[in-house]
């Protein structure tokens, strides 16, 4: 029996029940409505083989079994991401500077200082989403001055969600932004009084000019590229995170892109399920890209560690909407409907589900339109999964359309962002209903929840969690009434039983239950039981995909798998880690001692900020006024 602290009373004998892993002394919360808690969990052959009691589990323990005490800790199935870009994200994750969980502008543009030193020529720093202004004490945005003070000659590229990046100058450079460069469609390149670019991009409305300026960063070697993904998975493993859906996206290129994955599958070591979609990129052959798919693969080829789910999230770009709420919603093209419904009577007569990204109702209701022509035909859906993503704006009307031809929903925390910027648009009372939650689960249908990480919102599924069920953003702003949350245990079975309905795999995976996947984490708070404001603060101490520990911390520290050294050495991940979360080890006390230094600090430069931009008098300035030019770099 290998154990990782003294248990008593369980004495190894030579049974050919013997388990791989047995986990006792847990509060387990199963999900399965049959037995809904336990005690313990026993997992054989990547199975769970027993769910009971620790008195149960004496069966099911070996010579070989390793036993874990989880010291009365809370265990859940594993959380599944239903909408995760997880593929993308891995090929990109040892070159990011996170900003995810950062409290303060102060504390972020220090990251970027110090990172900027460690970069070297060539290299650029990239803070891609997973933040909001609304999460800085100061509220606000970097300056390009700003930028410019703290990497005066290394490409610094900072992307803030679905609306702008902004670029210092050396990035401006390298990217090829002159006078001369014309805006794209859909973006807008801002100009200052020379006609030169500012560094600030934006999406008008379309993240294109924000996405194709990032792609001409450098990127990894593959043997880079495969490391990179193997650290980021195992830094979704950290929140509890064993399965994720990847909605693909733009500049991810098939097969390309998918190569890290399926060399890592084929040596075993995902640490994270993937089922992923295929996404036309090229604007005109959409037709032709899922032609060429169908005939070489199909819908569920793979196995419980990556397997294909589906076409989506576009399956024509016409057809796309976009979601910057700092803009107006996009009038998609008149007639985009014809081409759509080739796409669409291709994959269903073939076999494949979709899924669909639809910001909008207006968006929804003409795709339903597509669909109900179909049906009436017997075409649609013709037996395959499909579902609406996002549908922040979605009616009642739509939502039964939806029901009748057999949909789903998956739907992500994305205002927990954007928020207060959808609020100021739309109004408080639309912002209410940003996505209509109880409407969506009254009328029964699946709905899967999910972060849209990693260039929106974070990748950390407890953020999401919080916000289903308080309805706050990271801002602390409270945008959904009580009537349109949902309670601590629907809001995780939207993680988890939802996403695994959302792959057809509700049948081995979503729940704890003897003959399903064995896949749990134990978690270093009670969800059930801390106070809301906590949910967002929460991580998982031990992480099990299959039988295997994939992430341990605190107690079970060292049981988990190694992995390589991160690589390149300057990566900002070798130095900062990923999301940045209080550390729960320290003393409340000296916590609290800290927070207040922080603010100090924070409000002191916020002070300093207001000066130089004529809004608050100069620090020790006589007559108060303090006017400077509010273009002069901290």
């Given at each position: 029996?290998?154990s990782?602290?003294p248990v008593?009373?369980?004495?190894?004998t030579?049974?050919?029940?013997a388990?791989?892993?047995?986990v006792?002394?847990?509060?387990v919360?199963t999900?399965?409505?049959?037995r809904?808690?336990?005690?313990?969990?026993?997992?054989?052959?990547?199975?769970v083989t027993?769910?009971?009691?620790?008195?149960?589990?004496?069966a099911?323990?070996?010579p070989a079994?390793r036993?874990?005490?989880a010291l009365g800790r809370?265990?859940v199935?594993?959380?599944?991401?239903?909408?995760?870009h997880?593929i993308?994200?891995?090929?990109?994750?040892?070159?990011?500077?996170?900003?995810?969980?950062?409290?303060?502008?102060r504390?972020?543009?220090a990251?970027l200082r110090?990172?900027a030193?460690r970069?070297p020529?060539g290299q650029?720093v990239?803070?891609?989403?997973?933040w909001?202004a609304?999460?800085?004490?100061e509220?606000?945005?970097p300056?390009?001055?700003e930028?410019?003070?703290?990497?005066p000659d290394?490409?610094?590229?900072?992307?803030?969600?679905y609306q702008?990046?902004i670029l210092n100058?050396?990035?401006l450079?390298?990217?090829g932004f002159?006078?001369d460069?014309p805006?794209?469609?859909?973006?807008?390149?801002v100009?200052g009084?020379?006609?030169?670019?500012?560094?600030?991009l934006?999406?008008?409305?379309s993240?294109?000019?924000?996405?194709?300026?990032?792609?001409?960063?450098?990127?990894?070697?593959d043997?880079d590229?495969?490391?990179s993904?193997r650290?980021f998975?195992?830094?979704?493993?950290?929140f509890?995170?064993t399965s994720?859906i990847?909605?693909?996206g733009g500049f991810q290129n098939?097969p390309?892109?998918y190569?890290?994955?399926?060399?890592l599958?084929e040596?075993g070591?995902?640490s994270?399920?993937?089922?992923?979609?295929?996404?036309?990129q090229?604007?005109g052959?959409?037709?032709a890209d899922?032609?060429?798919?169908?005939?070489?693969t199909?819908p569920e080829?793979?196995?419980e560690?990556?397997?294909?789910?589906?076409?989506g999230?576009n399956?024509?770009?016409?057809?796309?909407?976009f979601e910057?709420?700092t803009?107006?919603?996009?009038?998609l093209?008149?007639a985009?409907?014809?081409?759509?419904?080739?796409?669409?009577?291709?994959?269903t007569?073939n076999?494949?589900g979709?899924?669909l990204?639809?910001t909008?109702?207006e968006t929804?209701r003409?795709?339903?339109a597509?669909?109900?022509?179909?049906?009436a035909?017997g075409l649609f859906?013709a037996?395959?999964r499909w579902?609406?993503?996002?549908?922040e704006t979605?009616?009642e009307d739509s939502l039964?359309?939806?029901?009748?031809?057999?949909?789903?929903l998956?739907v992500q925390n994305?205002?927990?962002?954007?928020?207060?910027?959808f609020?100021r648009r739309?109004?408080?009372?639309a912002?209410a209903d940003?996505?209509?939650l109880?409407a969506m689960?009254?009328?029964g249908?699946t709905?899967?929840?999910?972060t849209?990480a990693?260039r929106v919102s974070?990748y950390?599924p407890?953020?999401a969690?919080h916000?289903?069920?308080?309805g706050?953003t990271?801002?602390?702003v409270?945008?959904r009434p009580?009537?349109n949350?949902?309670?601590?245990?629907?809001a995780?079975a939207?993680f988890t039983?939802?996403?695994?309905?959302l792959t057809?795999?509700?049948?081995?995976?979503?729940i704890l239950?003897?003959g399903?996947?064995?896949?749990f984490?134990?978690?270093s708070d009670?969800y059930f039981t801390?106070?809301e404001a906590?949910?967002?603060?929460i991580e998982?101490?031990l992480?099990?995909?299959?039988g295997?520990i994939?992430?341990?911390?605190g107690e079970?520290?060292?049981l988990d798998e190694?992995?390589?050294?991160?690589s390149?050495?300057?990566?900002p991940v070798a130095?900062?880690?990923?999301y940045r979360?209080?550390?729960?080890?320290r003393?409340g006390g000296v916590?609290?001692?800290?927070?207040?230094?922080?603010?100090v600090?924070?409000?002191?430069?916020?002070?300093?900020w207001?000066?130089?931009?004529?809004?608050?008098?100069?620090p020790?300035?006589?007559d108060g006024t303090?006017?400077?030019?509010?273009?002069?770099s901290?």
């Amino acid at each position: 029996m290998v154990s990782t602290m003294p248990v008593g009373g369980l004495v190894p004998t030579a049974t050919p029940d013997a388990a791989d892993l047995v986990v006792r002394n847990a509060k387990v919360h199963t999900g399965d409505p049959a037995r809904p808690a336990a005690r313990a969990i026993a997992v054989r052959d990547g199975r769970v083989t027993a769910i009971g009691d620790d008195r149960d589990m004496a069966a099911h323990v070996g010579p070989a079994t390793r036993v874990v005490d989880a010291l009365g800790r809370r265990i859940v199935p594993g959380l599944n991401d239903s909408h995760l870009h997880v593929i993308r994200g891995g090929l990109n994750y040892v070159l990011e500077l996170r900003w995810d969980g950062v409290r303060s502008l102060r504390e972020g543009l220090a990251m970027l200082r110090e990172q900027a030193a460690r970069t070297p020529k060539g290299q650029w720093v990239r803070v891609v989403g997973g933040w909001s202004a609304e999460q800085f004490a100061e509220r606000r945005l970097p300056t390009v001055a700003e930028l410019n003070a703290a990497a005066p000659d290394t490409p610094v590229f900072v992307l803030h969600l679905y609306q702008s990046a902004i670029l210092n100058r050396a990035a401006l450079e390298a990217a090829g932004f002159t006078r001369d460069t014309p805006d794209p469609r859909g973006g807008q390149i801002v100009r200052g009084r020379d006609g030169g670019p500012t560094g600030m991009l934006l999406a008008a409305p379309s993240a294109l000019i924000l996405y194709s300026t990032l792609a001409k960063a450098p990127v990894l070697d593959d043997e880079d590229k495969k490391t990179s993904t193997r650290h980021f998975l195992r830094e979704l493993n950290r929140f509890g995170l064993t399965s994720a859906i990847d909605a693909a996206g733009g500049f991810q290129n098939f097969p390309d892109n998918y190569a890290t994955v399926v060399e890592l599958a084929e040596a075993g070591q995902l640490s994270l399920r993937i089922a992923y979609h295929l996404f036309p990129q090229t604007a005109g052959q959409e037709l032709a890209d899922l032609t060429r798919w169908i005939a070489t693969t199909r819908p569920e080829d793979g196995d419980e560690w990556l397997r294909l789910n589906g076409a989506g999230e576009n399956l024509t770009w016409a057809a796309a909407d976009f979601e910057n709420f700092t803009q107006p919603r996009p009038e998609l093209a008149a007639a985009y409907e014809a081409e759509f419904e080739q796409a669409v009577r291709l994959l269903t007569a073939n076999g494949w589900g979709f899924r669909l990204h639809a910001t909008y109702d207006e968006t929804i209701r003409r795709d339903l339109a597509v669909f109900e022509r179909l049906a009436a035909e017997g075409l649609f859906p013709a037996g395959n999964r499909w579902l609406f993503d996002h549908a922040e704006t979605v009616t009642e009307d739509s939502l039964d359309r939806i029901a009748a031809l057999g949909g789903a929903l998956s739907v992500q925390n994305r205002l927990s962002f954007q928020g207060e910027a959808f609020a100021r648009r739309y109004g408080v009372g639309a912002a209410a209903d940003a996505p209509p939650l109880k409407a969506m689960l009254e009328r029964g249908l699946t709905v899967g929840a999910g972060t849209d990480a990693t260039r929106v919102s974070t990748y950390n599924p407890w953020v999401a969690l919080h916000w289903l069920v308080s309805g706050r953003t990271v801002g602390d702003v409270v945008l959904r009434p009580p009537s349109n949350r949902v309670d601590r245990h629907t809001a995780l079975a939207m993680f988890t039983a939802a996403g695994a309905a959302l792959t057809g795999e509700q049948d081995v995976k979503g729940i704890l239950r003897p003959g399903y996947l064995g896949d749990f984490a134990v978690l270093s708070d009670d969800y059930f039981t801390v106070p809301e404001a906590e949910i967002a603060d929460i991580e998982s101490l031990l992480t099990v995909v299959g039988g295997r520990i994939v992430y341990a911390c605190g107690e079970y520290e060292g049981l988990d798998e190694e992995l390589p050294p991160v690589s390149p050495g300057w990566s900002p991940v070798a130095r900062f880690g990923g999301y940045r979360s209080a550390d729960p080890a320290r003393p409340g006390g000296v916590r609290q001692a800290e927070l207040i230094g922080e603010a100090v600090g924070e409000a002191a430069e916020h002070l300093r900020w207001r000066a130089r931009r004529g809004l608050a008098p100069q620090p020790g300035d006589a007559d108060g006024t303090g006017f400077v030019d509010p273009c002069v770099s901290l």
